[in-house]
């Protein structure tokens, strides 16, 4: 019985073979694939093309940050498809798409940082962006550098606009396909003033202010201490009064801890 069934299975192998002995067995037509790379608009591949035909020009892929250079047969990108000139051959096979970055361009808005120095991105692309570190040595006095924004430090009304929590850039945003202008914000330094009443007299001294922390930039308004039989000149730097006076209505303009002696003048009758 055994021997029956594969007399049959052999009987009818024969059969097919001279049936199909005037037609092919395998499928001779050639695919072409386009491969435009990651992110780029994708191109449909050609199927059943005859050998050694000639293909059209698809319309050019997309792709953000990037202009289309061309279509290349070789994935290193050495030889270029001619569509006017080149055929297909004999067998399927990829095209490779080529792409140059885009440059972009870097303004720093400094809004009252010193100029930029040394060597600081002026361009980038989305080839080189991750690689980019933005400046953070810049300096203004009076201030710390918060970071660099995409919006401004202030409105129009003078107003600080960063937003809390916003700590900044300190690479070129993710995905930025444009021009860019980076806005330094800042933050004022505050330092505390203490008050040394500094009294001439062993009687009648007033009592000191308490501490206060001041703002870089922002109006003097001292407490101004009164003694019978003195008149009160002003807070100076040294005892002596050979410092500087910090008057009230005037810029508070410094950025480290200071002391200040209360200077006195006697009244004369």
Known sequence: MKKIFQISLLVIFVLLVSACSDRKFYDDKINVIFYSGKNATPVETIYGLEPYSKISKPDDPTRVGFDFVGWYIEASYKTEWDFDTDNVGD?????FAKWDAIEYTITYVLNGGAPLTGNYPQVFSLATANLISLPANVKQTGYTFVGWFLYDWKNEQ?????????????????????????????????SVVSF?????SEEGAPVAPDSVTVIY????SFVQPEAEGYNFLGWNTKADGT???LINGTLFTRTQRTKLYAIWEKINN
Not at 196 to 200: K, R, S, V
């Open 91 to 95: 067998r399927s096979f990829t095209l």
């Open 196 to 200: 040394e009443i500094n009294f001439p």
């Open 158 to 190: 003078g107003v600080i606009q960063t937003k809390p929590g916003d700590r900044g850039h300190t690479r070129i945003p993710a995905g930025m396909a444009q021009d860019l202008v980076l806005y330094a914000h800042w933050k004022a330094i505050d």
């Open 243 to 245: 410092g500087d006076y």
């Open 217 to 220: 930039g922002t109006i003097i």
